[in-house]
């Protein structure tokens, strides 16, 4: 076996924080309730260990782990986003003291496991990186204070992650009979049509339903909205961010065996189609927030296929570019949503009513996330949706761009409509002040700047993304 530490310091840094919190966690009560600052503290430098990461190369663990541009550029964005949840997190009003460790060591958990399935290369390995980040997530979804739903919310994620999964491992058996073999090297040379690999596309279609639950495209979207609903404001905007980075990475890589034209390819289009209409459609009539926002995931899915079903290295680099551009754009959301939520209610549209005067800055960081996520200029969603429809045109599947065109049209409403509600309704006067502690405008500022300079200045992550893109479709 070879091994070099060198190329896995990301995940051993994270691997030393879940050890730092479990020794929390199996200490005294006092010790279990308080994290602290140094937590947010270790985040940060985790963010800076997975940058100075990002040009590591090489194969370890008997080539079934690749280091590689891709799975630096991910796990970057996983550390990135880890860190502003812990942030988040660390005013979790739902959250029994008593638990406070436990909580965090499942997030970094989670983490760790996204971070695995990065650079998982073999299909064994990439089943149980998914699962060491879904177990985690189990635990946590209903881990809030005397929520009856939070326990309905862990327990359907729960059941629809248990049948994901088996389909996956059912799929994985046709691979294996099908290819004999699990290693993505080995499959990207096999012809991936229906007609020449029935057993071997049947196979890979059910194992990518495990990655299209954790990215909750249309018609493995049912748990979405429930469990944003259900969890806490915090837990919700975890689960809405890191784990579509895990999905969207293993697709990237399975996305390079199947051309334009072949059966699973255009299975991606259609469901590609399928989620961003019904998606948008369904947002349409929702009145709670966090609801708003699990539907408005359901639509982002299906934008992410117009990169995985191109073919080119440019539609490839999209993808990552527009995953993390959402992360960034829902992170600031539910930034606003947590800090407005001062009581860790569930926000309706009424409750934003006035936010322009109550804290302008959550305002304004409520009105640069919906502005990018709908794909207004100058925000990261403009960029990364030029990029991907740019990236798209002209290999096979002009019809799915011009669909996603007219779902952009349709998303204004809702997303606009969180906007109006901020600017042009007054608030009532019972109506709880929202947190206007450094803390959160600080926070909520940093977060506008980061989709602001991803929308101005988008080259340089383009370009690494690009990078990625091409090592594996050069």
Known sequence: MTFNPNLILPEIYQFLVIAMLFIQSIGSPKMRTKVGPLLPIAAALGVVVAVVSVGAQGLVFWDSYRVDHLSQFFKAAIAIGFFITVLNATRQPTLDKEKTTDYFLFLALSAWGLMLLSSAVELITMYLALELSSYSLYTIIAVRAKSKDAAEAGIKYILFGAVATALALYGF???LAGMHTTYLAEL???NWSFAASPMAVTGM???LIGMFYKLALFPFHFWCPDVYEGTSN???AFVATLPKLGAIVILIRLATMFKPGYDITTMLA???????TFGNLAALVQTD???ILGYSSVAHAGYIMIGLVSGTPEGLAAASFYALAYVAMNLTCFWVVSRVSVDGRNLKLKDLDGLHKRAPTLAFALA???FALVGLPPMAGFMGKLFLFSAGWNHGYNWLIIIA????AISIYYYLGLVRHAYTNDAEDEAPLPDTSPFSLVGAGLLSVLVLALGLMPSSVFDLALGAGGSLLP
């Open 173 to 175: 058996s046709y691979i």
């Open 289 to 291: 927030v966090k609801r």
């Open 234 to 236: 915090e837990t919700a």
């Open 270 to 276: 259609v469901l590609g189609a399928l989620s961003m």
């Open 205 to 207: 279609s059910l194992f």
């Open 368 to 370: 640069v996330g919906a």
């Open 405 to 408: 065109g007219i779902n952009t």
């Open 188 to 190: 990207v040379k096999g």
